[in-house]
């Protein structure tokens, strides 16, 4: 054991001489050819890139063009009641936090911060910190700015028939991480909208009707219309159809006296504080025969009448019952 000691004692005493400046300087062996090659470590995980959710980046074509979601938006700014209807239906209504005005459906949707659509102001909304603005018009430009700091912005018109309402709820569930969602929901749209022209068999056809949604100035929804696309989905005759449309809007202006002298069969009401009643009160609208029969005038949820989002079928649905109340006063 003592002879152990002593070696390694020497050994300790070597090595702190070799440390002297005045020893010779080592001298590095050739690399052998057997020699195995120095490994580098891995990076540490904290440098790789994030993974990608599944389906983004996506870029979405819209009115604004093209914009490039990079991820789950979750916070969205949907500055139209109906784009927040379509988008609680897809199952993305935990991912908006801003509505319009006008937003009111689902209930849930009380809770969300309420933003003037005819007003806006660009600057405002980046304050917010949206990653996704959906737009149903775009004054001053907003969807440019929006753009411009990399805020994604979608814009969508009307639509004049059932598919293009399937196309923004498609194009919004791309946009959400809902694609699933959002074709699911459009079937179950279609085939309840196939079985309500099936029940109704034919009876709507060819019966002529006013849909009133302006008691003032008399703006009614033509056939090209999406509103009127769906009266005419079920064969009936809109009384606005003659009526001419200067700026190919789909609402052309009638006049209390065409309303008179056409004499729909039905009237449908959807402007707000409106009923037989008033309407009869209206000079010479007495002699309509609708006014006169029971059944004969139906009213209509306003806001479910003035959206093309996934409550049209309850639309249809009422303008179907009122077919059938109808035959039942012949």
Not at 106 to 123: G, M, Q, R, V
Not at 242 to 265: H, K, T
Not at 312 to 330: K, N, P, S
Request: charge should be negative; aromatic fraction near 8%; glycine fraction near 6%.
């Amino acid at each position: 054991m003592r002879r152990l000691l002593l070696v390694l004692v020497l050994a300790l005493v070597a090595a702190a001489c070799g440390s002297d400046e005045s020893a010779a300087p080592a001298t590095t062996a050739p690399p052998d050819s057997t020699t195995a090659p120095a490994t580098t470590a891995p990076a540490d995980s904290t440098t790789l890139p994030p993974l990608q959710e599944p389906g983004f980046p996506v870029t979405i074509t819209s009115d604004a063009g093209t914009a490039t979601v990079e991820r789950r938006p979750e916070r969205i700014a949907a500055l139209s009641s109906v784009f927040v209807e379509m988008l609680y239906a897809i199952g993305a209504g935990d991912q908006v936090f801003a509505g319009d005005l006008f937003t009111n459906y689902p209930p849930e949707t009380d809770s969300l911060e309420k933003i003037d659509s005819f007003n806006l102001n660009a600057e405002a909304i980046i304050e917010l910190d949206p990653d996704l603005v959906v737009l149903s018009f775009d004054p001053g430009d907003v969807a440019a700015s929006l753009e411009a700091v990399g805020i994604p912005a979608v814009l969508m018109g009307t639509p004049s028939s059932l598919n293009g309402a399937y196309e923004q709820i498609q194009l919004l569930g791309d946009a959400t991480g809902r694609s699933s969602e959002a074709a699911e929901l459009i079937d179950q749209m279609r085939t309840d909208i196939k079985e309500i022209v099936n029940e109704l068999d034919g009876k709507a056809r060819g019966i002529t009707f006013y849909h009133e949604t302006d008691p003032f100035d008399f703006y009614t929804p033509n056939s090209s219309s999406f509103v009127g696309a769906l009266y005419a989905a079920l064969g009936m005759e809109n009384i606005a159809d003659a009526a001419p449309d200067e700026f190919n809007s789909g609402f052309p202006q009638l006049s209390p006296e065409f309303i008179v002298e056409a004499n729909p069969q039905m009237i449908f009401i959807a402007s707000s504080g409106e009923s037989v009643e008033t309407m009869a009160a209206r000079p010479g609208w007495d002699q309509l025969s609708a006014l006169r029969a029971d059944g004969t005038v139906v009213l209509l949820n306003p806001d479910v009448a003035s959206r093309w989002g996934p409550r049209v079928v309850d639309l249809l649905r009422a303008i179907a019952q009122g077919v059938e109340r109808f035959y039942e006063t012949l």
